[in-house]
């Protein structure tokens, strides 16, 4: 029979957790509860690390953690601090029992490992300051604390840990002050716990790791390598890398190029590959998880964050902004969504933005299966690579539907691409790699087919918009010039390597380019053999209001665009990618027909260009979030 287990900051962990005699933590709860059994939690502040004990059976019959409707629970990974002494000018001074911490004091564990560039010697540490829940900057000594209003700086001994602070004009015994003091608020310690969900809750302030695919990825609320979790409606900031993971285990590799310095980070990631199957990477077992309709915001690494762990998930209508934006640390690690192998995963209805690291989402080996569609990007101008960065993929993948309104929006270092019914405020770069050999899949598996380095294009263009409202620069592009001299078709494709080189002469030659339908404005510029296609050198004007929490489009659409020659673009109209040989399809191997614009609206048989059917000539102006 399924059990309902009750926690309240008024109960006690020696009850039997029923509604009248609730336990006090969610630890109690969590190591109690069983398959089908739900976990009620009620208004307060619970500072533990959750550890599931058990995980679901099924969809149907899994463990439900859920805050009470309507109260405010919340997670922290922090403890509050009021021993404080002024020591100097603005400088306080604690001196914190490193019993408090346990095995694992935050202010002694550096920020490091594979793909971390700076800074170095000095590292700096997972450990925070909060100041009425604001996290503070650390800095590298007592002298630059002096000298800084709101920083702090830490020295671990052997007894006690001693923190220094600027707090600025603001006393920290009279205001709420708090320090990390766990690794993660929401994570088990085992793997393989399946069909647990995730609901309603609060969590902040956590001292969790560096987390590339190369490592144990540690999140603030993570899944440790396991099946079908639901985490939703959660409010999630304050991790200092990663609030939610979905990724990869330790056993795999722990960064190994950052210990040894015998192989690059890039051949530790292919052997993790290649052994996954020996700790249980396939479907049966891994991925298929949904985060969705969370707000995540103040994160140093990642809103979500995923090697191999992230497979046949679904990630949709989440906030997600102000990820990176301290720039205490950097490395090829950092954006609002970081996957590695997102076979199979759905990422729509998102808005994501203010973002700073590489980009808005970074879709990083393996991008197989998937489909961006239906989100909403801007302002991720402290990118190196803009919106969305694709990098070492072979396909087929598909991004529909979406609106990318900072400067620059797309980052490409792959091949196999679908990228129709978009609004691009902004330029792209596109860029081929020889000397990176990355794997491609079956359809709809995790089994390994081959692998091969990126020959650039292969991709489809139908029926975008490209405003043009940024300069091209450095490798940016505004429109689809760039595919100048490419073939249009595999047969004309194979003509030409067979008159270069004969076979096996991929890096010879140019990949198809399949472009069409296309309006080009500002300066944007069409591939030379597209069609069908309208340009006109005027200004559409597109730019984003903010209102009142709402994000409104403000653009002015020429009547000539609805005369463009398009149609319904879907599964039987696109050709599958050259090197992977897959169709782009549902994960379920269902077709694909993009016959639904960005808020869901049937579209026409010769639909209208970009991501809105409704679009009429003239001024605009368009409530895009939150969607109706």
């Known amino acids: 029979m399924n059990q309902e287990y009750y926690v309240s900051v008024y109960g006690n962990d020696e009850h039997v957790g029923s509604s009248d005699k609730p336990f006090r933590t969610i630890s109690k709860a969590a190591q109690v509860a069983e398959a089908g059994d739900t976990i009620t939690v009620h208004e307060g502040v619970y500072r533990e690390w959750v550890k599931p004990l058990r995980g679901g059976d099924s969809n149907e019959k899994r463990i439900v953690y859920r805050a009470a409707k309507g109260e405010k629970v919340v997670i922290k990974g922090s403890e509050e601090i009021s021993n404080w002494e002024i020591c100097d000018n603005e400088v306080w001074k604690t001196s914190v029992s490193n019993e408090i911490f346990g095995e694992f004091n935050p ?17 700096r540490h997972v450990g925070e300051v909060y ?20 920083t702090w700086y830490a020295e671990v001994l052997d ?100 210990k040894g310095n015998r ?43 995923g090697q191999m762990g992230c497979v046949f998930s679904e990630i949709y209508h989440n906030h997600i902004y102000n990820i990176g934006n301290k720039e205490e640390f950097f490395g090829y690690e950092i954006a609002g969504i970081k996957f590695h192998a997102a076979i199979d995963v759905q990422i729509h209805d998102n808005y994501i933005h203010n973002c700073g690291g590489s980009a808005g989402i970074w879709l990083d080996w ?16 402290k990118t190196v690579h803009g919106d969305l960065f694709i990098e070492v993929s072979h396909g087929p993948y598909m991004v529909d539907n979406n609106i990318f309104a900072s400067k620059y929006n797309i980052t490409s270092v792959s091949q196999g691409g679908a990228y129709i019914h978009n609004l691009f405020f902004g330029a792209i770069h596109r860029i081929k790699c020889l000397t990176r050999f990355t794997p491609y899949h079956g359809n709809h598996t995790v089994e390994v087919s081959g692998y091969v380095c990126v020959y650039g294009e292969d991709d489809r263009w139908y029926q975008n918009i490209f405003a043009g409202e940024t300069e091209e620069a450095d490798g940016w592009r505004l429109g689809t010039s760039q595919y100048n001299g490419c073939p249009t078709s595999i047969e004309e494709y194979a003509k030409e390597e067979h008159e270069l080189a004969g076979e096996g002469s991929d890096e010879t030659g140019r990949q198809p380019a399949y472009i069409n339908g296309n309006c080009y404005f500002n300066g944007a510029e069409a591939f030379d053999q597209e069609k069908d296609h309208f340009i006109d050198a005027g200004r559409i004007y597109p730019q984003l209001a903010d209102e009142d929490g709402k994000v409104y489009l403000e653009i002015k659409i020429p009547q000539e665009i609805q005369k463009v020659n398009t149609m319904l673009i879907g599964t039987e109209n696109l050709e599958p990618p050259r090197i992977s040989e897959q169709p782009y399809e549902n994960p379920d191997g269902t077709p694909i027909v993009l016959d639904e614009d960005y808020f869901g609206e049937i579209r026409t048989n010769q639909p209208t260009p970009g991501p809105i059917e409704a679009l009429q000539s003239g001024r605009q102006r368009i409530l895009l979030w939150p969607k109706k």
């Not at 002694?108 to 010697?121: F, K, T, V």
């Not at 100041?131 to 709101?150: C, M, P, Q, T």
């Open 159 to 258: 007894k006690v840990t001693v923190i220094y602070a600027n707090f600025a004009v603001s006393d920290p015994n009279e205001e709420l002050t708090e320090i990390n003091v766990r690794k993660c608020c929401f994570y088990p310690e085992r793997t393989g716990l399946n069909y647990i969900t995730v609901r309603g809750f609060e969590m902040a302030q956590a001292a969790c790791t560096w987390a590339p695919p190369t490592a144990e990825q540690f999140g603030m609320l993570g899944v440790h390598w396991s099946k079908g979790w639901i985490i939703e409606d959660n409010i999630l900031h304050d991790a200092k890398c990663s609030a939610v993971s979905l990724g990869k285990n330790a056993t795999l590799a722990d960064n190994l190029a950052t």
């Open 366 to 381: 393996q991008t197989q299966g998937t489909r961006i569609s239906r989100n909403l990007l801007r302002d991720n101008e």
């Open 107 to 123: 202010f002694a564990q550096s920020i490091d490992g594979d793909w971390l560039l700076n800074p170095r010697n000095p590292f």
């Open 263 to 305: 192989k690059s980070g890039y051949q530790y990631q292919i052997e993790n590959i290649f052994k996954a199957k020996e700790f249980g990477w396939a479907k049966e077992n891994i991925g298929s998880h949904i985060v969705r309709n969370n707000t995540i915001y103040d994160c140093g690494q990642n809103g979500v964050v």
């Open 131 to 150: 100041l009425n829940g604001k996290a503070l900057h650390e800095v590298f000594g007592i002298d630059e604390v002096k000298r800084e209003s709101k």
